[in-house]
Structure formats: C-alpha cells, structure tokens
C-alpha cells in the first residue's frame, strides 16, 4: 500500500543523470526551490552525481538507481563505441523504469523530474524531462540520434530547457519543434557572487566521464609548475581523500564560489553546466571539450565566438592561454530569474 502524506504538501521524485557533475549541479537550484515551495522531494541518482548531491541535502530521502556505464572512445571511434554501448543502456534503461514504478507504488508521488534520464516518465503523474539538447552533434547520425532522444522526452508532459531562448546559450542544440510543451526557464546555476578573498592566476575545474578526466588532470599536472604560482586544481572527484598543496578533491557550493570569485582564469569543460556558472559569474574562460564529446565541442567553439578561449586537450597551451585572458577584460555576469509558474504543473494535481 502507497504510505499516505500530506496532499498539501505534494512529492515530487527528482532523477539525476549521473555524467560528470554538471546534471547534479544545476539540479540543485531547481531542487533547493521545489523546496523553497513547500515540496517534499526525493533524489535518484548513482555514483559520483549521487555523492555530491547527498551532501548537499543530507536531510532528504535517496533512492540509488543502476548507472549506465557509458564509456568515450577517443577521435573518430568515439560515435562507434557509444552506438555499441547502447543495448547495454537499453537494458539498464528497462531496469531503472521497474524501480521507478516500485518506488512510485510505495511513495506515491505527486509528480516527476528527470535531468537528462529519458526513459523514467510515469504516466499516472505530470512528469518533466530537462535538456538543453533538442538536436544532439553526433556527426553524420545526428539526425537518427535526436530522432530517437525525442522518442523518449515525448513521453513527458513538459520538456525543461535550461536556456533563455532570445540570449542563447546552447546554440541549435536546443531549438525545439512547436509541438513539443517546451519551457526555457532561464540559465542555472548554484553559484553565487562572492568579493574576492584572495586573489590566484587560474583555476582548473575538472570534470567529465573517464577516462578523459583522469587524462586532462595527468596532463594538468604536468604542467602545472611552469604556470602562474597559485593555481588550483579541483578534481571534481567527491569523497577519493587526496590532500595536496594546489589540488583538491571537490568543493561545495559555496567553496567553489569563493574559488571563482579569486580566480582571473577559469580553466573548464565546455559542458552547458559549466558555461551557466561562468556567465552568471561573469569570468574569463579558457574551454576544453571532452575529447570525442561532440555537444561540447560544439560549445566550445559556440562560446569562442562570443569571448572565451578554446583550445584542445592533449594540445592545449595552456601558459599561452592563460595570459591571454588575464590581459582582457571580463565579460559581464548574467542571471536569470525562474519562471514564477515553473512548478504549476504539478500543484494543480490532486486539487479538489
């Protein structure tokens, strides 16, 4: 039997993909204001997505979902490896759904959102679906791969795209189809501007599937030593325990604000996640696509048009790079406020 709850006080399941940090991160925002509304919320996540997010809302309930388990090749084999991986996703996919509805049977939820797990909406709740990639880069099956995204997000009652539609940020990847209940609500971002503490050159902030992470932070620290003295590496790595002068593990919200706030040069993925932060905060930028990952390579080169520097990993100059910036001047910040009616979906169940 569903356990019965407080129709006032509605529960909602939100379902993280577990790729990098940046699903869980922006996530936060719109989790701290289900709360902020009076909305009871449930996590699922898996992994490292799952770490961070359990630290930041240790008080709320989790449910551990299977991972995907996808794996980049490297150059031209990359797109071939990922098309190889996804029976294996699909079966995982088959198993998450199973443990949606179970979870569903025994809490009862009022509604469900799902950052980039496509395969999770419930038909019986207003369930929402967010991406900022309506059109996936995939090369030559760019075509066939968003075609068969869309055939999982149409499924959802509404699709969430974390963009400003007249001040883009995502470029065509997130130009929409007019039949679909597509809502841009704005830039996300958990970050806040803070005065500078302590001023550093550059800050490296890693992130991304492995095992280019691991390959970017072996190159970063090889280099490291002939850059500007102070920078900081943060591995983007919660919970592994390394301490060393210059390199950390992970920071937390407020951690990372601060870093930002002290850094001239933010050294990053070109993931959407991380370009939200940088244009709220207003930082110089110097972008490094996941080698293979088509959609950030795609904003990378996107973003350069418009002010920051890209480069490549395994090729970058990363010295060169940096002083570069450190001569120019800061693009201003830019932050959008949520739609007031963001969450309207689901407070008009269960009235009456």
């Known amino acids: 039997m569903p356990d019965s709850h407080n129709l006032e006080r509605k529960r909602i399941l939100f379902l993280v993909l577990n790729w990098g940090l940046g699903h869980a991160t922006r996530s936060e925002v719109l989790i701290n204001e289900l709360l902020h509304r009076g909305f009871e919320v449930h996590i ?18 989790f449910h551990e979902l299977p991972g995907y388990g996808i794996k980049y090749g490297t150059g031209a084999t990359n797109l071939l490896k990922l098309l190889l991986q996804a029976p294996t996703a699909m079966g995982v996919m088959k198993r998450e759904r199973k443990l949606i509805q179970s979870l569903h049977a025994e809490f009862d939820y009022d509604g469900l959102i799902s950052d980039n797990r496509p395969g999770v909406a419930i038909e019986s709740i207003p369930s929402v679906y967010i991406t900022h990639q309506l059109n996936i880069k995939a090369g030559l099956m760019s075509k066939q791969v968003s075609a068969a995204h869309a055939r999982f997000y149409r499924s959802f009652d509404e699709v969430w795209v974390p963009d400003d539609p007249v001040r883009s940020m995502s470029g065509d990847l997130s130009e929409s189809e007019s039949s679909l209940r597509v809502k841009y609500i704005g830039t996300l971002s958990r970050l806040r501007k803070l005065p500078i503490q302590k001023r550093i050159p550059w800050a490296a902030i890693l992130s991304g599937p492995e095992p280019a992470r691991s390959e970017w932070e072996s190159e970063l620290r090889a280099v490291r030593n002939s850059l500007p003295e102070g920078g900081i590496i943060v591995r983007g790595k919660p919970g592994e325990g390394i301490v060393e002068e210059g390199v950390v593990d992970y920071m937390n919200s407020e951690e990372l604000s601060q870093l930002y706030a002290d850094a001239e040069v933010i050294i990053t993925r070109s993931g959407y996640s991380s370009l939200m932060d940088l244009v709220t905060l207003g930082k110089k930028a110097l972008l490094i696509p996941t080698p293979g990952q088509t959609e950030q390579e795609y904003l990378a080169v996107h973003q350069s048009m418009v002010g920051w520097s890209a480069s490549k990993q395994g090729s970058c100059d990363y010295l060169k790079e940096i002083e570069k910036l450190r001569d120019e001047t800061a693009p201003k910040p830019i932050s959008s406020a949520l739609p007031a009616d963001l969450f309207g979906l689901f407070e008009r169940e269960r009235e009456g």
Do not use: M, N, R, Y
């Open 44 to 61: 699922a996540s898996d992994g490292d997505a799952l770490h961070v997010l359990q630290k930041s809302f240790p008080e709320l309930t």
